[in-house]
């Protein structure tokens, strides 16, 4: 039976298509970076995969051990028997994770690792970011501000996130693929100045006009 759509208690057949079935293999073919993905999901055991069981940095998916070179722990703290012995304590104290924005209350840990974190590096003051998502969400507006920023196409997808919020507070986005490094700097070239840049070269040419 064909497919109909109700209106009004009345049904309509479906919409022809407006394309040819001549053109159907090209427009089911992957573009752009959906091409990349595609490859993945036929080449890449790891993509959409459910893993079943870890030992250390191998991994188990089905009845494959692989060995996990995909993780986002880039200090391997994930597995450090000091900080996984650490955790119940933890726990017990403020549970699976604070119910509350940081905005109307910031749990103590937050502060003791900010005023670690801050001495250690000798600096003012340090700002904890939980995620990535975080991160790139707070970090890129806040450094770009309305200059530029240059994403690379196949960055972490929270990159292009946070370039959209780059983008909707006035900066300027491109996107440049690592093999296309004349692209790059192209872009690099036509980019306006900085405000940064321009408040630098505003105090060279004061120093100039000062010397001369």
Excluded at 8 to 32: I, K, Y
Excluded at 54 to 73: P, Q, V
Excluded at 118 to 123: H, S
Excluded at 203 to 212: I, K, L, M, N, Y
């Amino acid at each position: 039976m064909s497919q109909t759509f109700e209106t009004l208690g009345r049904p309509l057949p479906p919409a022809p298509s407006a394309f040819s079935p001549a053109w159907r293999h090209v427009l089911d073919r992957p573009l752009g970076i959906r091409t990349e993905l595609d490859r993945m999901r036929r080449q890449a055991p790891f993509y959409d995969a459910t893993v079943d069981e870890i030992d250390g940095r191998r991994i188990r998916i089905g009845d494959h051990w692989l060995t996990d070179f995909a993780s986002c722990n880039y200090l391997g703290l994930d597995l450090d028997r000091e900080i996984i012995e650490a955790v119940p304590a933890y726990l017990d104290l403020w549970g699976t994770h604070p119910s509350w924005s940081r905005l109307i209350a910031s749990p103590r840990p937050y502060d003791d690792i900010e005023r670690m974190l801050a001495e250690l590096l000798g600096a003012e003051d340090a700002l904890l970011l939980p995620t990535i998502t975080h991160i790139q969400h707070s970090v890129l507006p806040a450094l770009v501000g309305r200059g530029a920023l240059f994403v690379e196409l196949h960055a972490h997808q929270t990159a292009h996130d946070g370039a959209a919020m780059v983008a909707s507070r006035g900066g300027t986005v491109a996107r440049f693929r690592e093999d296309r490094l004349d692209r790059l700097d192209r872009l690099l070239r036509a980019a306006p100045p900085s405000p940064g840049d321009l408040r630098r070269r505003g105090a060279q040419h004061d120093g100039q006009r000062a010397a001369a």
